[in-house]
């Protein structure tokens, strides 16, 4: 991996993106005008787009250069995934920026913002846009970041989303269904459990039988199995009462040529006492590796990645599917780091300035190639 001169500039923005607490609609918010000035104050144009959010209080932002062909979509997310406190006061250590975000992905948005600011100053023959949501990881309800922007006319022929991937290329993505499962059972005096039916004890039951289920043993080229979740569990009220109700919710990733149709039916036909719900469907995203975008990335990649940058499944999912919807392809790709999520996320700091260079490098060859070379087949 290059380790770059001017790397001081990536990190000191990734640094200030990070100590925004944008877990939270105000953080976000906050965050999206950071970015706004941050571009006007080096003479680019935004345009901004309230109605994300569960009341269309949240702002998208998009910034475009260039005027040719084609048209690349740059796309970033501020918001993040609650922390702790001193995971909002980023710090590097043995070559790694630590902080909640630096990883998923303001370390990528960093980037993305520069590469951007380096091509208008440059200039360049291809048409970029980036685009910034403030709800990708959140569920605030409502209308998407992402959705705003497409009905807003915000669509290209390409798109790169800044998830942490380890500069690998992730081409497929698994969809997401979530359920709900109610069970009942029989109340009865909790000395004496044996005269009731535990629904508690049901759930758990039933959760078994999910993980038998055909669905749930299926592969692919990209993925050994579906992803299988359970996320919550209520039941019960009082301690001295065997629990008559219990409901519990499933994330399911299902893989791409699975039907959620079929996965929902097989749920529904368990032999026990159950109500299943469907609470949320998304559909899995994917394009194929031999797309000419796909292949000019990887070659990019290549010149600077200690190894083989391949094209990869993702087990979770992405703002691409609002954007496969309209008819462009998109893909997963982003520095390298780990632990996104959890206590200890972290980013290969050099990885960052690489990460720009891959952009603006990428975009350069597109637009000198010209449209006929880069239209997906």
């Given at each position: 991996m290059a380790v770059l001169a001017n790397r001081t500039e990536v990190l000191g923005l990734t640094r200030r993106l990070v100590r925004y607490h944008s877990y939270t609609p105000g953080g976000a918010e906050s965050t999206i005008d950071f970015i706004n000035g941050w571009f006007e104050a080096r003479g680019l144009e935004t345009l901004r787009y309230r109605g994300a959010g569960p009341h269309g209080e949240l702002t998208s932002l998009a910034v475009r250069v260039?005027?040719?062909?084609?048209?690349?979509?740059?796309?970033g997310h501020v918001d993040v995934v609650p922390g702790d406190e001193e995971q909002f006061e980023p710090y590097e250590k043995d070559g790694e920026l630590s902080g909640r975000g630096v990883y998923d992905m303001k370390g990528a948005l960093a980037a993305m913002m520069y590469a951007v600011e380096d091509l208008h100053v440059t200039?360049?023959?291809?048409?970029?846009?980036?685009l910034v949501v403030p709800d990708e990881e959140t569920e605030y309800g409502g209308v998407k970041g992402a959705e705003v922007l497409v009905q807003n006319g915000h669509t290209g022929d390409f798109l790169i989303t800044g998830e942490p991937t380890d500069f690998h290329i992730g081409v497929q993505a698994k969809g997401v269904l979530d359920l709900r499962v109610s069970m009942r059972g029989k109340s009865a005096h909790g000395s004496?459990?044996?005269?009731?039916?535990?629904?508690?004890?049901?759930?758990?039951?039933?959760?078994?039988q999910v993980l038998e289920l055909p669905f749930s043993r299926a592969r692919s080229d990209f993925f050994p199995y579906p992803s299988i979740?359970?996320?919550?569990?209520?039941?019960?009220?009082?301690?001295?009462?065997?629990?008559?109700?219990?409901?519990?919710?499933?994330?399911?990733?299902?893989l791409p040529d699975q039907d959620p149709k079929e996965i929902t039916r097989q749920i529904q036909s368990i032999d026990l006492p159950a109500e299943v719900k469907v609470l949320f469907v998304h559909e899995p995203t994917y394009v194929s590796?031999?797309?000419?975008?796909?292949k000019a990335l990887r070659e990019v990649a290549a010149r600077h990645f200690d190894g083989?940058?391949?094209?990869?499944?993702?087990?979770?999912?992405?703002?691409?599917?609002?954007?496969?919807?309209?008819?462009?392809?998109?893909?997963e790709f982003g520095p390298v780091?780990?632990?996104?999520?959890?206590?200890?996320e972290?980013?290969?700091?050099?990885?960052?300035?690489?990460?720009?260079q891959m952009l603006v490098q990428f975009i350069r060859i597109l637009a000198a190639n010209g449209e006929a070379n880069g239209k997906s087949n």
């Open positions: 260039g005027a040719g062909s084609p048209t690349i979509l740059l796309h200039g360049c023959d291809a048409t970029v846009e980036l004496s459990p044996w005269l009731g039916k535990n629904a508690v004890l049901l759930a758990y039951e039933h959760y078994k979740n359970m996320a919550r569990i209520i039941g019960g009220d009082v301690i001295n009462r065997v629990p008559d109700r219990c409901t519990y919710d499933l994330d399911i990733r299902y590796r031999r797309d000419p975008y796909v083989n940058p391949v094209g990869v499944g993702r087990h979770g999912a992405s703002d691409i599917v609002f954007f496969q919807r309209a008819g462009v392809p998109g893909v780091g780990g632990g996104h999520h959890g206590p200890k972290f980013v290969v700091a050099d990885s960052l300035e690489t990460y720009r």
